[in-house]
């Protein structure tokens, strides 16, 4: 009788096992997978462990921008693996942002970081976050008040162009008065070419108005000679200097630009024709540093992409994680629920700090 129960034990046994009576949990998915496919251009760095972080959506206006590449790579390097960022490059076209928002909230993404193609059309934007209930924090480009203010939990991370464009006019008068070689007439009169952003972009405006403004009260003896937009491309800015070079010839004693993918057009321009005035610029990019120290280039008024890229990620983390947004966050809000990051002029006797924050972004 022993024995046959010993049998019969044996023989359920091996039915168990069979049967898949296992007690081993089931192999858990692979946290590396790559998030689900998003319109076309996008491009999302690779997820690492992303069980259980919290999923941030960033919009992109365009990855051909050369400011708005370090404040991304600043994004991506202040995330490390806190969380699964989801990047898309809109490719400066506001239909295909439309559809990309779309997407990142079908997604189920906790938070949206939005660099709008068009700012004028940000209510779009606005009211279909809302409708979701996820945060978005815009940044680089403002959209209005009315827009930002229209939704409690809208922000904004970003610069104040007015700035820029009062220290882009204070540096070149300084230096047209302090440097006789650049009054190439010998006139006492700085004149002077604005080569302009994208006509109607806010920063655009305000940088070329902010020129024109602070050398009036700065009582400068100046003549603007013309205004002309480059795209904030490089191409089209040395297009436009080229067409200055033979209108005006070696007439042109100060070259203002709205961002330094304008200035290196400008300078590449100039440097084609053999001929020399002062350049200055704004955002002082790694790429017009060199160009500073050589003293081919006046100077630049840097806006800090990385400072700016760690203020829309805390922000972005923290509406994901439920702390207070403004945790860890650097600079307090304005009248807008908004972050400005200060500009800061550099010229040759302070590129280091120029290259120590840029140093901070791609190492």
């Known amino acids: ?28 998915t692979n946290p590396n997978t790559e ?43 202040e995330c490390g693996d806190s969380a699964e960022l989801l990047m898309v490059d809109a490719q400066n076209d506001q239909s295909k942002q439309v559809e990309q ?38 940044f680089n480009r403002c959209p209005s008040e009315e827009d930002l203010m229209s939704y ?33 007439n010998g006139d006492g009169i700085m004149q002077y070419v604005i080569i302009k952003g994208t006509p109607g972009h806010p920063d655009a405006e305000a940088r070329t108005q902010a020129n024109q403004d602070t050398l009036a009260s700065l009582g400068a003896n100046v003549e603007l000679l013309d205004i002309q937009t480059g795209q904030f491309k490089t191409v089209e800015a040395k297009e436009v200097m080229d067409a200055w070079i033979g209108k005006y010839g070696d007439g042109v004693e ?9 200035t290196l057009g400008a300078y590449e321009a100039l440097s084609a024709a053999n001929m020399e005035c002062g350049i200055v610029g704004i955002n002082a990019l790694p790429e017009v540093l060199p160009l500073i120290e050589s003293g081919d280039i006046i100077g630049s008024i840097l806006s800090d992409a990385a400072q700016e890229g760690r203020c829309i990620f805390r922000m972005c983390y923290n ?32 590129l280091q ?3 120590d924050i840029y140093a901070s972004i791609l190492n």
């Open 319 to 350: 509406l994901a994680t439920g702390a207070d947004v403004l945790t860890n966050v650097e600079g307090e809000f304005g009248t807008m629920r908004d972050i400005r990051v200060p500009y800061i002029p550099i010229d040759s006797s302070n």
């Open 254 to 262: 100060m070259v203002l630009t709205n961002s330094d993918a304008m």
């Open 101 to 138: 928002l779309d997407n990142l909230i079908q997604q189920g993404v906790d938070v949206i970081a939005i660099n709008a193609v068009a700012t004028e059309s940000a209510s779009i934007l606005i009211e279909k976050v809302r409708d979701a209930g996820i945060p978005v924090v815009f």
């Open 1 to 28: 009788m022993k024995k046959l129960i010993s049998m019969l034990l044996v023989f359920a046994l091996v039915i168990c096992v069979f049967a898949g009576c296992s007690t081993k949990e089931p192999a858990a």
């Open 152 to 184: 409690d939990d809208c922000y904004y991370v970003g610069t104040t162009p007015e700035e820029s464009g009062e220290m882009q006019a204070q540096m070149a008068w300084e230096a047209f008065q302090n440097d006789p070689s650049l009054d190439k």
């Open 35 to 77: 998030p689900p496919a998003t319109p076309a251009a996008s491009t999302e760095p690779e997820a690492t462990d992303t069980a259980e972080k919290p999923k941030i959506g960033v919009m992109i206006f365009d990855y051909t921008n050369a400011y708005v590449t370090y404040i991304r790579n600043s994004i991506t390097n």
């Open 353 to 355: 700090v120029a290259e």
